[in-house]
């Protein structure tokens, strides 16, 4: 019987949970909310992407939150920590660069994207970009202690901030700003490999150069 159903776009948010049933053999339908439309705003009005309505009516919305569902479903205490991490220090940098992830480096992206889209000067321009940089350098950082972000294997915080990274180089950061990044480069590939990302991202499509204003 399944266990409900997992409404998520093909997009940087929805692509983990679809990647996380699929991988770990979820028996949940997984549906494009425009698809369901009545159904996922009746439930969720908000329209929060990625979301899950259970088989007894549970309700869940919230990337970290449904990710986290969806590997406890699996009911494997092992695995379960392999991707949170087994002791209290690792789960607590799991959180941290998920938390980061979700909110540091998309709110930093999507300010250099705007600045591009409203043609910003370049003063306003270059300080969005600074930040955003200075996002990844804090990735760059911890690659540069250990193989992944917590540590020397693939954590869920791995796989949602390169599938996170995955859509961004393929519309908005580019190459050019990220020569510098040599522990970013070599980690991307390794963790799109995983099984549940795996196909998902086209690297191919990657820009040679970040988005900037049309006046630059």
């Known amino acids: ?15 983990l949970p679809r990647g996380l049933v699929d991988w770990l053999k979820v028996d949940m339908n997984v549906v494009n909310p425009t698809d369901h439309r009545e159904e996922f705003e009746s439930h969720f009005p908000l329209g929060k992407n990625p979301a899950i309505l259970g088989k007894d009516g549970f309700e869940l919305t919230e990337l970290m939150a449904v990710a986290y569902y969806l590997v406890n479903l699996k009911g ?21 660069f998920l938390s980061f992830t979700n909110q540091e480096i998309t709110s930093s992206v999507v300010a250099v994207v705007t600045a591009a889209k409203t043609n910003a000067s370049p003063e306003q321009y270059n300080e969005k970009l600074s930040t955003c940089l200075s996002n990844f350098g804090l990735f760059e950082k911890s690659l540069s202690k250990q193989e992944y972000l917590v540590n020397d294997r693939i954590t869920i915080a791995d796989l ?21 990044f040599t522990h970013l480069q070599q980690w991307l590939p390794k963790v799109l490999e995983h ?22």
Do not use: H, W
């Open 1 to 15: 019987m399944s266990l409900g159903t997992l409404y998520a776009y093909q997009n940087a948010r929805g692509m």
């Open 160 to 180: 949602y901030a390169a599938s996170l990274c995955g859509t961004l180089f393929g519309f908005a950061l580019g190459k050019d700003k990220f020569g510098g």
């Open 76 to 96: 494997d205490d092992k695995l379960e920590k392999s991707l949170y991490g087994e002791t209290l220090e690792e789960r607590s940098q799991v959180i941290r």
């Open 195 to 216: 099984p549940a990302l795996k196909g998902r991202v086209d690297v191919s499509k990657f820009r040679e150069e970040t988005i900037v204003a049309s006046a630059q």
